[in-house]
């Protein structure tokens, strides 16, 4: 796999391996891995987020490296977006930034950073959500939940903490039946 895609991580690729078994055309394959596990891959969710960058870039090392950085990119505006208006919010963003910038993770090429911007996403709707209620804003947050779960189970157990505590905090207990029936 190093020949084939030099400069990244292994989990880059191998993340990936379904995605590119998707583009020659094979569904239920793993052309790097997975193959042992049988067909475990019937959500497609992550692969039809990525799948638009590796339709219009090639499938080589530098789409993978790119597409990573697109998502770092991503995660970055979005905590600048979240930190401009609060107190100290420069300091947070500088704080924040630095700290996601520096973690072995954000390079990794792994799963959970592209879980990362839609999280964020989830805060930014949590945000409107509490100045002006809105059926779309909480049906949203929802559809963001599936979807953090569906790339990973992790992430989606750290979007439902992120759902509890945004509801707690901001007394949001009439979002509770529309937040559940969107999630099913």
Do not use: W
Request: charged letters at 10%.
């Amino acid at each position: 796999m190093f020949f084939i895609f030099p400069f990244i991580p292994v989990d880059g690729p191998l993340i990936l391996s379904h995605l590119f078994s998707i583009l020659d055309g094979k569904i239920y394959s793993s052309n790097f891995a997975h193959s042992h596990m049988g067909d475990i891959f019937k959500t497609h969710v992550f692969e039809g987020i990525l799948l638009p960058f590796f339709i219009i870039l090639p499938t080589n090392t530098y789409a993978i490296i790119i597409t990573n950085f697109f998502f770092i990119l991503t995660s970055i505006i979005f905590l600048h977006i979240i930190f401009k208006n609060q107190n100290n919010g420069q300091y947070l963003f500088f704080l924040t930034t630095c700290f996601y910038l520096t973690s072995t993770y954000t390079y990794g090429m792994r799963n959970e950073n592209y879980c990362i911007p839609l999280l964020l996403i989830m805060v930014l709707l949590f945000q409107k959500v509490k100045f002006k209620k809105n059926i779309l804003f909480e049906s949203l947050i929802g559809l963001l939940f599936c979807v953090v779960f569906f790339i990973h189970p992790v992430g989606g157990i750290f979007a439902l903490v992120l759902i509890i505590y945004s509801i707690y905090t901001g007394k949001l207990y009439k979002s509770i039946p529309i937040l559940f029936f969107s999630i099913i």
